[in-house]
C-alpha cells in the first residue's frame, strides 16, 4: 500500500514538474489546439511573466510532492491548475486529454491519502458573532 502512495504522488509531481519545464522552454512535442481562443491563450501564456510564473509554481508544487515536503500545500495550489486545465478543455480546446484524466485521478488518491490534514481546513467553523450563549437564545 505505501509502496502504491509513493508512486501515486511521486508520478503527480512528475507530470506537474514536466508540463511546468515543458511550458517554460517547450521541449515536447505539442499537438495543434482546435480553436483560435486556446493558441491565443497559450500564446499569451508561453510568452508573458504571467505564465512564467504559473509554469514556474507547478514545477515548484511537482517539486514539493517528489519530495513529500507541504504535500497539502501543493495539493491545494494544484487543485486550481487541475480545475483551469479543466476549464481549459471543457470551453476552449474542445479536446479530451488524458493527461489531465491521470492527473486528476492521481490528485484525487492522493488528496484521500492525506486527506486528515485537511480536516481542520474542511470543517465549517462559527464566526464569534454567531456564537449565542447559554440561555441567551
Known amino acids: 500500500m505505501k509502496v502504491s502512495v509513493h508512486i501515486q504522488r511521486s508520478l503527480l509531481g512528475l507530470i506537474f514538474v514536466i508540463t511546468g519545464l515543458n511550458g517554460l522552454f517547450?521541449?515536447?512535442?505539442?499537438?495543434?489546439?482546435?480553436?483560435?481562443?486556446?493558441?491565443?491563450?497559450m500564446t499569451v501564456m508561453q510568452g508573458t511573466p504571467f505564465g512564467h510564473t504559473l509554469f514556474g509554481l507547478q514545477i515548484v508544487c511537482g517539486l514539493l510532492l517528489l519530495a513529500r515536503w507541504f504535500v497539502?500545500?501543493?495539493?491545494?495550489?494544484?487543485?486550481?491548475?487541475?480545475?483551469?486545465?479543466?476549464?481549459?478543455?471543457?470551453?476552449?480546446?474542445?479536446?479530451?486529454?488524458?493527461?489531465?484524466?491521470?492527473?486528476?485521478?492521481?490528485?484525487?488518491?492522493?488528496?484521500?491519502?492525506?486527506r486528515d490534514a485537511f480536516r481542520t481546513f474542511l470543517r465549517p467553523r462559527l464566526l464569534q458573532s454567531q456564537i449565542v450563549p447559554d440561555g441567551q437564545g
Request: glycine residues 2%.
Open 26 to 41: 517547450r521541449f515536447l512535442h505539442e499537438r495543434s489546439l482546435s480553436t483560435p481562443a486556446a493558441r491565443e491563450l
Open 72 to 114: 497539502p500545500i501543493a495539493l491545494t495550489v494544484l487543485a486550481g491548475f487541475l480545475f483551469n486545465i479543466w476549464m481549459f478543455h471543457l470551453f476552449l480546446d474542445r479536446a479530451f486529454s488524458p493527461l489531465s484524466l491521470l492527473a486528476t485521478a492521481l490528485w484525487a488518491l492522493t488528496f484521500t491519502r492525506n
